[in-house]
């Protein structure tokens, strides 16, 4: 069946430090890789939405300087939180397609990020 | 833009008795995606249902919704709950012509009493 692992399970950073996050699709391939950040006491918000040989599409408040995000095959996706503060404090969910419609998005369990 | 409207906070009730949770949407695409995620502790969101299709019941699980265009509703239903049902539900859609954009409601928790 279709899986998605994302790692590290949870991590803590210091202010100011930088984290990257690793999202792997097992099989089937991820054309289309969303990034999602649940913070404290709210819901999901979509940071980005990546296709493999597309321009990655960053949400309003969200950013590449400071989300980059890679997405080198159909397999495999990372993003790293640059200058964590702790308004980065969440839940971060990566969301794969498998590109052929929007019917189904296959989730990991999500980098849980603490920021000291 | 695109928005999700979902019975917030906390919903108890007994098991055996009826769950009904609400979720309204506004899109100005006339074909959106409706969703229903489960969360359970600690595990990641999970597809229960979807529908593209106006007035067509959709089941799965035990779990209902019916995607109503005229009213812009999407409501989850199950005619009697159990303990296993306690769980975050979150109300999503995806209305966008980028396929891959997903929208979620902030989320229900259910809670189911013995």
């Known amino acids: 069946g279709a899986l998605v692992y994302q790692y590290p399970r949870r991590t803590i950073c210091k202010s100011g430090t930088s984290m990257r996050m690793e999202c792997q699709a097992v099989?089937?391939?991820?054309?289309?890789v969303a990034w999602y950040r649940q913070s404290p006491q709210k819901t999901f918000e979509l940071i980005a939405l990546?296709?493999?040989?597309?321009?990655?599409?960053?949400e309003q408040n969200f950013t590449q300087e400071k989300f980059p995000i890679s997405h080198p095959n159909l397999s495999f996706s990372s993003m790293t939180v640059l200058n964590a503060y702790l308004e980065d404090r969440g839940l971060y969910l990566c969301?794969?397609?498998?590109?052929?419609?929007?019917?189904?998005?296959?989730f990991g369990h999500g980098t849980k990020l603490s920021v000291l | 833009g695109d928005s999700v409207t979902q019975t917030e906070g906390l919903v108890t009730l007994t098991e055996g008795l009826p769950v009904m949770l609400n979720c309204t949407y506004q899109?100005?695409?006339?074909?959106?995606?409706l969703f229903w995620y489960v969360q359970h502790l600690n595990e990641s969101p999970r597809l229960l249902l979807k529908?593209?299709?106006?007035?067509k019941r959709t089941e799965h699980q035990g779990f209902h919704a019916t995607l109503h265009k005229s009213s812009s509703s999407f409501h989850l239903q199950k005619s009697s709950a159990q303990l296993s049902d306690s769980a975050l539900y979150y109300c999503?859609?995806?209305?966008?012509?980028?396929?891959?954009?997903?929208?979620f409601g902030k989320g229900t928790h259910l809670h189911v009493l013995p």
């Open positions: 999503a859609l995806s209305g966008d012509t980028n396929a891959y954009k997903v929208i």
């Open positions: 099989g089937f391939q991820a054309t289309s």
């Open positions: 899109t100005i695409y006339s074909n959106p995606f």
């Open positions: 990546s296709t493999v040989n597309s321009a990655i599409k960053y």
């Open positions: 529908s593209f299709t106006d007035n």
């Open positions: 969301g794969a397609s498998l590109g052929q419609s929007n019917e189904r998005l296959f």
